[in-house]
């Protein structure tokens, strides 16, 4: 069956850094377009940023740029998400997401995917930055 497992998270101080991956079975990975998603105690889920299914395209929304960066490795069926110069508002349940998707990737990929029905998800792994 189909599995997105998240890890990594943890709790660090502000300024910290950790890397989060996503280990992927039950698809073709590589033909896939990732997502990481993240929601925050009360608060919508937001799309962070993604990755077309070659690596050729990524985003990242403004708020992250330049602090996160995602990546995928298509020979071990697993995307990453590093992320550095944590800040407290990053804290949050972290997501990743895959969907059937060819060519490249920007934020309307992130709306797309988050629309019910769309795509395979994680369960999450808890991001927790202290200030």
């Known amino acids: 069956q189909v599995q997105l497992v998240e890890s990594g998270g943890g709790s660090v101080q502000y300024g910290g850094s950790l890397t989060l991956s996503c280990v992927t079975s039950?698809?073709?990975?590589?033909?896939?377009?990732i997502g990481w998603f993240r929601q925050a105690p009360g608060k919508a889920r937001e799309g962070v940023a993604c990755?077309?299914?070659?690596?050729?395209?990524?985003f990242h929304i403004d708020s992250v740029k330049g602090r996160f960066t995602i990546s995928r490795d298509n020979d071990e069926n697993t995307a990453y998400l590093q992320m550095s110069s944590l800040r407290p508002e990053d804290t949050a349940v972290y997501y990743c997401?895959?969907?059937?998707?060819?060519?490249?990737?920007?934020?309307?990929?992130?709306?797309?995917?988050?629309?019910?029905?769309?795509?395979?998800w994680g369960q999450g792994t808890q991001v927790t930055v202290s200030s």
């Open positions: 997401a895959a969907l059937l998707h060819s060519g490249s990737v920007d934020n309307t990929f992130l709306v797309r995917l988050q629309r019910p029905g769309y795509g395979y």
């Open positions: 990755i077309n299914a070659t690596g050729t395209s990524t």
């Open positions: 039950g698809f073709t990975f590589r033909y896939y377009a």
